[in-house]
């Protein structure tokens, strides 16, 4: 059968304003994130899901938050989804790193895999990690809709293992996941397909 994977990344936190990094850092939703927050659970309510997974990080956790109040599910959590470590950038911007270390900056923006940021998690682990833990969402919720709540680099690179696009064009592929919005994918044991791509919640269909 088949499994439907809607994954939506977190709602806007207080990093978001200056573009700053926040992989593994435990940074809070602004008021317009919790916002988001509510229309992705009166989204899930209109077109009701039978499970919601979330990260282990508390930005991703309070996105699901409203999803599963107006369902009356209790969230599974995995550490696996959590967002990739983005080392010496944590809390930074591009534009900071730029101006203390051009050429690494460089190479990092013609291949962010072959060149992450120093100290950060390997891009090639990190969709790896990601690509399996959806797998095994969707084998436990066979033929079931499923709501997963995650982050916006490690989606991009998950989306990229699963479409066959190369890991080292993943910023250009894929140059944004909107907060809630909603991708969807099918899913069996040997293939998956997308059905849609980061459509805002108030516009995704059924």
């Known amino acids: 059968m088949t499994t439907t994977l809607l994954l939506a990344r977190h709602g806007q936190t207080v990093w978001h304003a200056e573009n700053r990094y926040a992989g593994v850092s435990d ?18 309510g209109a077109h009701p899901v039978d499970a ?21 599910l209790t969230p599974h959590r ?19 790193f730029t101006a203390q270390d051009p050429v690494a900056a460089a190479a ?8 992450p940021f120093p100290g950060a998690e390997d891009p090639r682990a990190a969709a790896d990690r990601g690509a399996a ?11 079931e809709r499923v709501l997963v709540v995650a982050h916006n ?10 479409l066959s696009i190369p890991l080292a064009h993943y910023r ?3 140059p944004q996941l909107r907060n809630a919005a909603v991708t969807e994918l099918r899913m ?17 269909s059924a």
Not at 154 to 162: K, T
Request: with cysteine.
């Open 108 to 115: 990092f923006r013609a291949d962010p895999v072959a060149h």
């Open 172 to 174: 250009r592929a894929l």
């Open 153 to 162: 680099t490690l989606l991009r690179l998950i989306l990229c293992r699963f």
């Open 188 to 204: 069996d044991a040997e293939s998956v397909g997308l059905i849609s791509l980061n459509v805002p919640c108030e516009q995704a």
């Open 133 to 143: 833990a959806l797998r095994r969402i969707a084998a436990a919720h066979d033929g």
């Open 52 to 72: 919601i997974w979330t990260s282990t990080v508390s930005r991703a956790i309070a996105t699901a938050e409203p999803a599963c109040r107006a369902l009356g």
């Open 27 to 44: 940074v809070a939703l602004t008021e317009t994130g919790r916002a988001q927050a509510e229309a992705l659970g009166r989204w899930a």
């Open 78 to 96: 995995e550490h696996e989804l959590r967002e990739c470590d983005f080392g010496v950038m944590e809390g930074r911007t591009l534009a900071e």
